[in-house]
């Protein structure tokens, strides 16, 4: 959660059980700074996020797989800033179109996109050069200061380049304009590994999320995966090891979206807060809380014990990160 977002949370609260959650729980130390490496951080030995999503799509053998997104690149002077998020998320039929033109053009090239069910994929014969960064760590970042400019990594400016070109006058992007809908004038790609190489055994028995990639995950690990709007408190008592992946005000920060932002707190304080501080003091679960980047909030029942522990506002927790 940025620091410069610390004092709107003022105006959108109040977050009591947010706050409860984040006051009394233990506090450790944690590397996953977003839904994909908490989904990757599960998974035994911890493949690329490619790798994970080519056997979710069953992807040929010995082909190298990227996470892929569409992004839109906005101009600032003689820069280009990059934007992701739900603002870019396509139909079904916007994306089927984009991919066959995509493989049409560079399918000689040994590349090959695939979109399912709001996830985006990319394999290639042969890697196009060293791993560019993540999708969290690019958006709302200037084109030019995040992509590298090493001879080994041409060829990645070379084909984000000519996806540009290629999307600039796409038809999907004509009807966008039309409605006002951003365009998406570019792709992203990162995480990439070998298919194949993919690991099988996860640390998790039912995964709830609405998350794509989590959703993608979940499928090819044979595991439950369910809606989150699909389950209740008594479901998540009575079940095992349950991971449930909430992305929503993460994707708002990739579109740079402050307003969304603060709707997806004000929407976890709603529904998720309460029932997972309830699941730890009514139900007895260990409930461990992972905000991406700021470590792991674990609560038990014992937490009705810490009364030495003040209760801060939301914006102190966002300031202090």
């Known amino acids: 959660m940025p ?25 450790r130390r944690d590397g996953a700074a977003d839904g994909e490496a908490l989904i990757r951080g599960l998974v035994t030995p911890s493949p690329a996020p490619g790798a994970l999503l080519a056997r979710a799509f069953a992807a040929p053998a010995g082909r190298r797989g990227y996470r892929a997104a569409p992004v839109h690149l906005r101009p600032d002077r003689d820069r280009l800033l990059l934007f ?32 399912r069910d709001g996830e985006w994929l990319l394999t290639a014969e042969q890697p196009p050069g060293p791993e560019l960064p993540a999708l969290r760590a690019v958006a709302g970042q200037y084109l030019d200061t ?10 990645w400016r070379q084909l984000l380049n000519e996806v540009q070109m290629f999307l600039f006058d796409h038809p999907v992007n004509s009807a ?39 959703r993608a995950v979940g499928t090819a690990l044979g595991l439950p995966v369910s809606p989150c709007d699909a389950v209740t408190r008594a479901d998540l008592a ?11 005000a993460e994707r708002a920060l990739l579109g740079g979206d402050v307003e969304g932002w603060l709707a997806a707190l004000q929407r976890f ?3 998720w807060a309460p029932c997972l501080r309830d699941l730890a003091l009514s139900d007895g679960r260990r409930v ?32 202090r990160e």
Request: aromatic letters at 10%; charged letters at 25%; a negative charge.
């Open 84 to 115: 992701a998020g739900d603002a870019l998320r396509l139909s079904d039929d916007e994306s089927s179109s984009i991919c066959t033109d995509f493989n049409r053009l560079f399918g000689v090239d040994g590349l090959a996109l695939e979109s």
């Open 238 to 248: 009575a079940a095992g090891n349950v991971v449930i992946v909430w992305t929503d």
């Open 146 to 155: 995040v992509i590298p400019d090493d001879a080994a990594s041409r060829p």
């Open 176 to 214: 966008r304009e039309a409605r006002g809908d951003l365009s998406v004038n570019g792709l992203w790609f990162w995480g990439g590994g070998a298919g194949d190489a993919a690991a099988a055994d996860a640390d998790m028995d039912w995964i709830v999320t609405d998350d794509p990639f989590a």
């Open 288 to 319: 461990a809380l992972r905000t991406g980047g700021s470590g792991e909030f674990g609560l038990d029942p014992g937490a009705r014990r810490r009364f030495w522990r003040r209760l801060r506002p939301l914006g102190e927790w966002v300031a």
């Open 3 to 27: 620091a410069t977002l610390a004092d709107a949370t003022a105006s959108a609260g109040p977050f009591p059980a947010l706050e409860y959650l984040l006051g009394k729980a233990r506090r």
């Open 269 to 271: 304080e709603a529904g």
